[in-house]
């Protein structure tokens, strides 16, 4: 139904940046919200940013000031620009969406959501 493909992850040392990249495709109605989330090595998955559709965001304390959410509404698109990468950084980012998908969805106010396959971010000190 719904589709995430995550790109951008890669190498980097610290206090470099990287920008990922996620585009939604398949059949749905609208997308409420798209983000992106981090999975260390041993620890649970959290989120780092969010994007509404009106361009509302929310960041995670770790990340303010340094990484920067946008979406393309058109385009079904969201990108997480990363600048002053830290060696904690490194982690399994992995896209979201909230997704309405069809009108029924809208009249009751329900989304569901769905994840892309993630993309490694690595940071060198």
């Known amino acids: 139904q719904v589709q995430l493909v995550e790109s951008g992850g890669g190498l980097v040392q610290a206090g470099g940046s990287l920008r990922l990249s996620c585009a939604a495709s398949?059949?749905?109605?609208?997308?409420?919200?798209m983000g992106w989330y981090q999975q260390a090595p041993g620890k649970q998955r959290e989120l780092v940013a969010t994007?509404?559709?009106?361009?509302?965001?929310n960041y995670a304390d770790s990340v303010k000031g340094r990484f920067t959410v946008s979406r393309d509404n058109a385009k079904n698109t969201v990108w997480l620009q990363m600048n002053a990468l830290k060696v904690e950084d490194t982690a399994v980012y992995y896209c979201?969406?909230?997704?309405?998908?069809?009108?029924?969805?809208?009249?009751?106010?329900?989304?569901?959501?769905?994840w892309g396959q993630g993309t490694q971010v690595t940071v060198s000190s």
């Open positions: 979201y969406a909230d997704v309405r998908l069809d009108y029924g969805d809208v009249v009751r106010g329900t989304t569901r959501g769905y």
């Open positions: 398949g059949t749905f109605f609208s997308i409420r919200a």
């Open positions: 994007i509404t559709g009106g361009g509302s965001t």
